[in-house]
């Protein structure tokens, strides 16, 4: 009897821990986000390990649970390109760069091409792994100035409409646009249709990388407004993982430099997953990304969502 009330306890003893584990379980939940990882020396791709990847979500330290290469059958691409109609009708030069950059994409990447007509971004067809079909989208603008309305309106409208229900594949939006906000000309970094241009992107797990192109109207020839549109489309790229490519406050000779990097750094991203606090509702949390590797360049969104319940 002795000895069946000690195997009683003992099994009981066992079962305390796991039993006070399960509610500390239950308050963690998990998130994920795609991080860019430039090798510095070599073209080889740098073998990166969850334990070398430091993460903290609103300031707190989280564990990272996985690294997944984006590449082999986790290759899969969904990418935009969205247009300012209100360009000037001069990026009709750069037709045959964008043309080279979307036939250069791999079979894994799948196109569609859409234009800002006010405030929305208007599709003429789906996305499509067939490069010569998606480029039948593409055309010069109307360049008609402020026929956008905001260009933050469409890339919301981008980011809350997202042509594809694929939770696998990435999503990677090119804007061309001289990204002056024409209900805020001058730049205010709390600009709310750039934040929330930015949540959208996040929430809908969408990078977004910017070319500068000088609007129709007036607004871009001057300076200070074009130097703020320059500055809201760096916040943009930035807190959402991309990047801004521009050559001052002109319009680029040739967008096949800014494509060649946009290439190369979608051949060298991951995918990480990590642990967060427990939420009721997605939230939008901010995010810091340390690598323990050397010779690399990181690039990681300034913000991640939390899933809710």
């Given at each position: 009897m002795k000895l069946g009330r000690f195997f009683?306890?003992?099994?009981?003893?066992?079962?305390?821990?796991?039993?006070?584990?399960?509610?500390?379980?239950?308050?963690?939940?998990m998130a994920k986000t795609v991080i860019t990882v430039l090798p510095?020396?070599?073209?080889?791709?740098?073998?990166?390990?969850p334990q070398n990847v430091k993460v903290k979500v609103a300031g707190k330290s989280v564990e990272t649970q996985s690294v997944t290469p984006l590449r082999g059958d986790r290759a899969g691409l969904e990418l935009v390109i969205l247009i300012d109609s209100g360009v000037r009708t001069s990026l009709g030069r750069q037709l045959s760069d964008i043309s080279d950059f979307v036939?250069?994409?791999?079979?894994?990447t799948q196109v569609a091409i859409a234009y800002m007509v006010n405030g929305r971004a208007i599709f003429e067809q789906p996305f499509s792994a067939d490069k010569p079909q998606a480029l039948r989208s593409l055309r010069i603008p109307a360049g008609s100035p402020g026929s956008s309305a905001s260009p933050y309106f469409c890339i919301s409208d981008v980011a809350k409409n997202w042509p594809s229900r694929d939770t696998q594949n990435r999503r990677e939006l090119i804007v061309i646009t001289d990204g002056i906000d024409p209900y805020e000309v001058r730049f205010d970094p709390s600009d709310p249709y750039v934040h929330t241009a930015i949540y959208?992107?996040?929430?809908?797990?969408?990078?977004?990388?910017?070319?500068?192109?000088?609007?129709?109207?007036?607004?871009?020839?001057?300076?200070?407004?074009?130097?703020?549109?320059?500055?809201?489309?760096?916040l943009l790229t930035e807190d959402t993982g991309g990047?801004?490519?521009?050559?001052?406050?002109?319009?680029?000779?040739?967008?096949?430099?800014?494509?060649?990097?946009?290439?190369?750094?979608?051949?060298?991203?991951?995918?990480?997953?990590?642990?967060?606090?427990?939420?009721?509702?997605?939230?939008?949390?901010?995010?810091?990304?340390?690598?323990?590797?050397?010779?690399?360049?990181?690039?990681?969104?300034?913000?991640?969502?939390?899933?809710?319940?």
């Open positions: 009683t306890a003992a099994a009981l003893a066992a079962t305390l821990p796991v039993l006070f584990a399960l509610p500390a379980l239950a308050q963690q939940g510095k020396k070599s073209e080889m791709q740098p073998s990166i390990e036939k250069s994409l791999p079979p894994t959208d992107a996040i929430r809908a797990g969408v990078t977004i990388d910017a070319l500068y192109w000088h609007n129709a109207g007036i607004a871009s020839r001057i300076g200070w407004l074009a130097s703020g549109g320059q500055n809201l489309l760096t990047r801004l490519y521009y050559q001052g406050l002109s319009n680029p000779v040739s967008f096949a430099p800014f494509f060649r990097e946009i290439s190369h750094r979608l051949e060298n991203q991951y995918e990480i997953g990590f642990t967060t606090p427990a939420s009721n509702k997605t939230s939008v949390e901010s995010l810091s990304v340390k690598l323990q590797v050397p010779d690399v360049k990181l690039t990681a969104p300034h913000l991640v969502a939390i899933p809710g319940k």
